[in-house]
Structures are given as structure tokens and as C-alpha cells.
């Protein structure tokens, strides 16, 4: 099968009982049947104040961390940080970099080339930034939990080491100076879904209220920084980085979204946007995983980060927005190279259709680009409901891989399997439930294939590799307005693992129509309604072809459409078929 495997539609189970309590509280029944379905429980689970966020002194290590910089501080000692080069990585880098400026603090960074040095503090990096740069204390931030030798190459030449990170630990943590990380052996901080930037974020926090209680900012005739004006650069990192949005990430985001809608954000994230064609007013929390994220991004993928980051750093909007400009041009030769390399992997499928079907997917072309395999990868994800791992030649020999896996399957507990069923197989690999990284030799490509298969088999619930959308039930007709939908809008912010609503519901088409290349507009009457509602599913017309249907059943999203001015309610399709039918293989319409 080379389409996309047909969706088994099911409502979300609900607690009646928590969404009375919802009710009881206030909230619209619409938005606490959706809360329930959601896990949410008390109305204290939906506190978007920032008085509400968890303390930092809840992270284990944050004590010794706050103590290193301190120290470094007060003897002007040259701190670097070392980051990471997606979006997570950058943010956490510019938020640092901007607040340890603020304190008083001589800080600069560095960000590993991709392609030299790979993830993470290795012993490469820590040469270069000592040559170059010749730091005191080294501080990672996205990165380092499982930097062992790169820790140790950094404390033989006299530095000390703060490890700031959010991935999962491995059995041997590195013996740094420090280790703030959420998800390490013993952490009682209860937001372990926290993002990079929101590990970093902590520690600014923690480092200026320490800072303040020893009187250095009065004692120096500093202005004590305000970090809440950072937490734009948190609310683009934690959603780019595809981390549950969990109460406290909702609240980062939530603030931080509220300060790029009010105009407030950093200059290089108005420029991010500005260049995107997106009114900062009506940015919704997705839209900085689809349109901040991805420019940000591309320079990581396909060059170094540093160009983003400094557009992050950029003081003067003039010059954030040619940074941003540079960084949006790059981002269309990354979406010009993915697009070729997709086609390349539904062509190897096509050739061979029991690669489809095996548990878990191997990819590789000795010309695709290692900075773009990961988004291959989770395009074939997405189209087989597989975990995938798309591979590109890579520096010193060896071939780099970047995996993707679906909810269920935890893809670095699947690699730990194969590395320890197949001594000295991976020459090194990490990453957290839904995504990782690895490297291999070639000539060990295909006994990864099969190991992987064979350790996805093993490890993976076959309800998992069962492809379902859930949804929150169907709407009544009185309720497909613009009233609600502002409603669902401002319940927000909807991200992974709070999904945004998803309704369904059976409908007349009264009109269907090809907009762009291949989206679908619609027209369309509810059962039991006497109107009309636009509705649109992009991408929903396969070679811009029509489908000839007089009654469907969608799974939608009630919107808001903002256009010149005027906003309207839209259906944004997620899935369609013929009434009656069950879904098409490939997400569209069944065969008639």
C-alpha cells in the first residue's frame, strides 16, 4: 500500500463527571466537553496566568547550576553557550544569550555545524569554541544529557560544564558540573514535557532571583530584566519542538503568544511573521510551528543555525527583517529539496510494496540531503501510520538517519532494543518518544532495516501501528456559527497532546470547487440545518479532479477566516468521504 492507510474515525472518551465540574465552574458546555476529552479534570488545569507556572526551585540541579554561573559572574568570567540547531536550539540560545546580557553577565555562544560536528556537546565542538572562543563555563541548552565525552574533553581543558536540556537520560549521565533537565533519574519537577527553551527559561528565571537576593543588580545599577519579555522566544520553541503542550507548556505558550499578538514580540520574531504574510493579531499557537518554526529551522538544515539566531538577536527590526528575508529564501529551497526527496520515497514504495508493510520503515538514497531525511521521514509516517527512519550520506563515512515514529511506539526505546540486541551496529543514536536520530555505517544498512523491523515488532501494541482520528462527537447545526467558533479559538492554545477540536458530521454538497493546485472548497448544508457553510480541505482534490458526491461525512475543524478584514466560520477538513462509505486509502474519497 503506497496511500495513506484509511483512518478508523472515534470520539474521544470523556469524564462526565469532570466535564460538570467544568460547567459548574463557568466554562461553556462546548469547551468543557472538549477540556474533558482532553484529560482536563479541575478548572485549575486551565490557568493561563503566569503566576501559575510551576517554580523553578521544583528542577533537580537548579541550585548547583545557578551556584556555577554565579560564580562565573561575579569573577566576569566568559560564559558560553552551546546550542543546538533546530528551532528549539536556537530560541534557547537567543533567550540565554538576551537574559545573561540583561544580568551583567559576558556571555557568547556557539551552535555545532550539523554536518561537522552533529548533535549535541561533542569533543569537536568543545576544541572549537576553546580555540575560538576560549569560555570559562560552557552551558548547553536542548542539548548535553547524553554528552559524555564532550562533557570530559570540556572539564580536561579547566571548564566548568552546566548541562540545561529536556531529553530522555541514558543509564550513564555525563559528570558535569551541573545538570538541569526535567527529565533526569530523580527530577521531582512535574512538567516534564517542558521544551529546551523552557529548561533555560527556569534557569534564567532561578540565576536572576538569586542574583537579586545577593543585591547585584542594585550594587551595579542594573535594571533588573524583565523575562517575561522573552517568552515569545518560548512559545515559538516549545510548539516548533512538537513537545506536549501539558498545563504548564500551555501557559508559556499562551503568554508568549499573547505578547506576538500585541505587537511585543522580539524584532526577529515580527520579522519571522511579517515575512510569512501573517498578521501578528490573528497568529494562532500552530501557526508558530508551521510558519516560525520552519524558516527557522531551515538554516539549520540546510546551512548553520547561526543565521537564525541571529535574526533572534537582532536589536534593530530593519535588520532582523533582511536576516528574516534570508532565512525565508532558504526555507523555500528546504521545501523545494523535501518535496523531491518525497517523491523519490512514494517512487521506492511504489516499487516495492512490501516495504509498506513492514513494522518499521527503512529510507535511503545516496543523494538526499541530511538536514531534510526527518521530514521525510514524518511524511511517510504520517502516509503509513509506521515509524519511519529516512537516511542520507553524512560526514566521515558514515550515514546519518532521522526517525519518526507514531503515538505508541517509543522510537528511541526501539533503537536502544537494536543497540543492544546488535553490539556495536549504531555507531551513536538518541532522541525521545516520537523522534530520534542515529548514525550507521553503510555496509550495516541492511541488517539495520531488519533489526529495526524485528524490534518495532517486538516492542510496538498492534493497536498502535492502527491508524485512528479521534474526534469530540458532531455538532448541531445551531452550533456551526462564528460565535462558537471564536469560542474554540480563544480555548486555545491547541498543540500535541492537546489537540485542537475535531468534529464530525454528515453534509449535502451543495457546490464543490478546485482552489490553488489542488484544495477543495465546498459548499455545503448540515443534516437538519436549512443554510450553507464554506468549508475547505487542502490538498483534497488529488490532481485537481472533482469528486461527484451529493452527501459527505467530515471530520472538521470549526474555524475562524480572517479575510481582507472581514472574519467568517469555515470548515477546515481534515478527512472526507462518501456518505455511507467507509474512509479511502488515501484520506480523500472513497471510489464511487
Request: net charge negative; glycine share 10%; aromatic share 6%.
Amino acid at each position: 500500500m503506497t496511500g495513506h492507510r484509511a483512518r478508523h474515525w472515534t470520539p474521544r472518551s470523556r469524564d462526565p463527571q469532570a466535564e460538570r465540574r467544568l460547567v459548574d465552574a463557568g466554562t461553556d458546555p462546548l469547551l468543557a466537553r472538549v477540556y474533558a476529552a482532553r484529560g482536563v479534570h479541575t478548572p485549575e488545569q486551565l490557568e493561563r496566568r503566569a503566576s501559575a507556572l510551576e517554580r523553578p526551585d521544583g528542577l533537580l540541579g537548579m541550585e548547583q547550576a545557578v551556584s556555577v554561573l554565579a560564580r562565573a559572574m561575579e569573577r566576569d568570567a566568559t560564559i558560553c553557550m552551546v546550542g543546538d540547531f533546530d528551532c528549539d536550539g536556537a530560541t534557547s540560545t537567543a533567550l540565554s544569550v538576551v537574559a545573561l546580557r540583561a544580568m551583567g553577565a559576558r556571555v557568547t555562544y556557539v551552535i555545532p555545524d550539523r554536518f561537522r560536528f552533529g548533535y549535541g556537546l561533542t569533543p569537536g565542538i568543545v576544541t572549537e569554541a576553546a580555540d575560538q572562543l576560549a569560555p570559562d563555563v560552557l552551558v548547553t541548552v536542548d542539548n548535553g544529557i547524553s554528552s559524555r565525552d564532550g562533557v570530559a574533553a570540556a572539564r580536561e581543558r579547566g571548564m566548568a560544564v552546566v548541562i540545561t536540556d529536556h531529553h530522555l537520560a541514558p543509564a550513564e549521565l555525563p559528570h558535569a558540573d551541573a545538570i538541569v533537565n526535567p527529565n533526569q533519574p530523580g527530577c521531582p519537577f512535574p512538567a516534564k514535557s517542558s521544551a529546551g527553551v523552557g529548561v533555560i527559561f527556569y534557569v534564567m528565571a532561578a540565576l536572576r532571583a538569586h542574583l537579586r537576593e545577593g543585591g547585584w543588580f542594585t550594587a551595579r545599577g542594573l535594571e533588573e530584566p524583565n523575562l517575561n519579555e522573552l517568552l515569545d522566544l518560548v512559545a515559538v520553541g516549545t510548539v516548533a519542538d512538537v513537545v506536549p503542550l501539558e498545563r504548564n507548556n500551555r501557559i508559556l505558550v499562551h503568554q508568549g503568544l499573547g505578547r506576538i499578538r500585541a505587537g511585543k514580540a522580539r524584532p526577529g520574531v515580527r520579522a519571522l511573521v511579517e515575512v510569512a504574510g501573517r498578521e501578528p493579531e490573528q497568529l494562532r499557537g500552530a501557526d508558530l510551528g508551521f510558519v516560525v518554526g520552519p524558516r527557522l529551522n531551515a538554516a539549520g538544515r540546510l546551512e548553520d543555525m547561526s543565521l537564525g539566531i541571529r535574526c533572534l538577536l537582532a536589536a534593530d527590526f530593519g535588520e532582523a527583517r533582511e536576516l528574516a528575508r534570508e532565512l525565508d529564501s532558504l526555507n523555500q529551497q528546504r521545501r523545494s529539496l523535501e518535496a523531491d526527496m518525497h517523491d523519490d520515497a512514494v517512487e521506492a514504495l511504489a516499487d516495492d510494496p512490501a516495504l509498506a508493510e513492514r513494522h518499521g520503515i527503512c529510507l535511503y538514497r545516496e543523494d538526499w540531503h541530511q538536514g531534510v531525511v526527518g521530514l521525510v521521514a514524518s511524511r511517510i509516517k504520517e502516509r503509513l501510520h509506521r515509524p519511519v527512519i529516512a537516511f542520507a550520506p553524512g560526514d566521515g563515512g558514515l550515514l546519518k538517519g532521522s526517525g519518526r515514529s507514531v503515538a505508541g511506539i517509543h522510537i528511541r526505546d526501539v533503537l536502544d532494543r537494536v543497540a543492544s540486541t546488535h553490539d556495536g551496529l549504531l555507531s551513536r543514536f538518541g532522541g525521545h518518544a516520537m523522534a530520534a536520530g542515529l548514525s550507521l555505517e553503510p555496509d550495516r544498512l541492511a541488517v539495520f532495516e531488519e533489526a529495526f523491523d524485528n524490534a518495532v515488532r517486538e516492542l510496538a501494541d498492534p493497536e498502535a501501528l492502527t491508524p485512528r482520528l479521534e474526534t469530540d462527537g458532531e455538532l448541531g447545526p445551531e452550533e456551526l456559527n462564528l460565535r462558537k467558533a471564536e469560542l474554540l479559538e480563544s480555548g486555545g492554545p491547541w498543540g500535541t497532546g492537546f489537540p485542537p477540536p475535531l468534529f464530525q458530521g454528515r453534509f449535502r454538497v451543495q457546490e464543490m470547487r478546485v482552489v490553488g493546485h489542488n484544495h477543495l472548497k465546498m459548499w455545503l448544508c448540515p443534516d437538519g440545518g436549512d443554510f450553507t457553510i464554506e468549508a475547505i480541505q487542502f490538498r483534497g482534490a488529488p490532481e485537481g479532479r472533482i469528486p461527484e458526491l451529493e452527501a459527505v461525512e467530515m471530520a472538521y475543524r470549526l474555524e475562524v477566516n480572517t479575510f481582507r478584514g472581514r472574519r467568517s466560520v469555515q470548515l477546515v477538513v481534515e478527512e472526507c468521504r462518501e456518505a455511507g462509505r467507509s474512509g479511502s486509502a488515501d484520506g480523500g474519497y472513497a471510489a464511487s
